[in-house]
């Protein structure tokens, strides 16, 4: 009979099974830091020097793909998983449902407070029902569409071949992705849109993400690893060179190169968990101990960090404490990532000390 070591010691090798997922989740969710305190910059194009816009530019061109990286990582743990759909439901509700309607109503109150003290209750409902509570909920809307269909691709990705599940990543990025991009670009300058007005909802959203973790998690190689990187660095030059060209060209800051699904994106998430995946799964056991468990608590705290984060920008951009922490002050080479890694601890240690408390931790 195993004592009490071992199986502390068999739950922390199970915890860490696939450490290269913690590891980019904390990746992820300090992009989604970083890209937020950046906005307040790379929108100023026109106010602030363009040396200083482009450095915003490549700071948010870094880790642009950040959200849909969350998307590509449940798809990848999710659906190659099998359990009954009330199994599912049960999880879900504990670790998204909760803490979507807490967060929700925290933001609505703020909103009331500091923003809008004449909100009432029928606006508050049909923020929350629209998605219009504050800027970065969207994606608690997106997760949760995936979820409802969730049991239903588990059926199909358990019985696809990979053929199968190429061909429909191929027509989800000509549909959801190179298409749509190559109208707006037409559009952009003056020339007639490409549109093709084709009924595949399905294969036009984030859902292509979702499965997209899934494929590269199963078939992924290590042979990749080269051609990724050298993907990830092309895709990064598009985007960095291809928003400054644009917003030059019009003389206002253009998204068109940082939608989060143009097709540069797309290649970017993909090249980057591919490299990740591979590098990490075959250095893991280089890492020092003290080095992983903090991506791992820190991998943990992520979702918490995700919802937290708006709310200590919004403190420190207004001034709520008597002083104001901004990125717009300073030069953004350094203030960028140093405010947003003060940003990012602040999150954490709050979302790490919610964890250690009973009935507040299934808020996070």
């Not at 949760?144 to 599940?165: E, M």
Request: proline residues 4%; contains cysteine; hydrophobic residues 55%.
């Amino acid at each position: 009979m195993k004592n009490q070591k071992d199986a502390r010691l068999e739950i922390k090798e199970e915890k860490i099974r696939f450490f290269w997922v913690n590891y980019l989740r904390m990746i992820a969710v300090f992009g989604v830091v970083l890209v937020h305190v950046t906005a307040d910059v790379i929108t100023e194009w026109g106010a602030i020097s363009p040396a200083k816009w482009w450095i915003a530019n490549l700071y948010d061109s870094l880790f642009r793909g950040c959200v849909p990286m969350f998307i590509m990582i449940s798809g990848a743990l999710l659906l190659p998983k099998q359990e009954s759909i009330r199994a599912f439901f049960q999880k879900r509700f504990n670790r998204i449902f909760i803490p979507f309607l807490f967060w929700t109503i925290m933001y609505l109150v703020w909103k009331k407070i500091f923003y809008d003290p004449g909100l009432g209750l029928w606006q508050a409902l049909g923020l929350a029902f629209n998605g219009g509570v504050w800027f970065h909920l969207w994606f608690m809307y997106i997760l949760t569409g995936l979820y409802l269909i969730t049991p239903i691709f588990r059926i199909l990705i358990a019985h696809a071949r990979r053929t199968h599940i190429a061909y429909f990543l191929g027509i989800w990025f000509a549909l959801g992705s190179l298409l749509p991009f190559i109208d707006r670009f037409a559009r952009f300058f003056g020339l007639p849109g490409v549109h093709i007005d084709l009924s595949v909802g399905i294969a036009q959203g984030f859902l292509g993400y979702f499965v997209l973790g899934c494929f590269l998690m199963k078939y992924t190689r290590e042979k990749w690893t080269k051609t990724a990187g050298i993907v990830w660095l092309a895709c990064l030059f598009i985007c960095f060179f291809g928003t400054g060209w644009l917003t030059m060209r019009s003389g206002s800051f253009q998204l068109m190169f940082y939608d989060n699904l143009s097709p540069n994106i797309v290649f970017y998430c993909a090249s980057f968990f591919v490299i990740i995946k591979t590098l990490l799964s075959s250095q893991e056991n280089r890492i020092a101990i003290p080095i992983k468990n903090f991506i791992l608590t820190s991998s943990k705290a992520s979702f918490g960090i995700y919802l937290i984060h708006p709310m200590i920008i919004d403190i420190l951009d207004k001034g709520r404490l008597g002083f104001f922490v901004k990125s717009t002050t300073g030069h953004p080479l350094i203030t960028i990532p140093a405010i947003a890694i003060f940003i990012y601890f602040i999150s954490f240690f709050i979302v790490w000390g919610i964890q250690k408390t009973p009935y507040l931790k299934r808020i996070v």
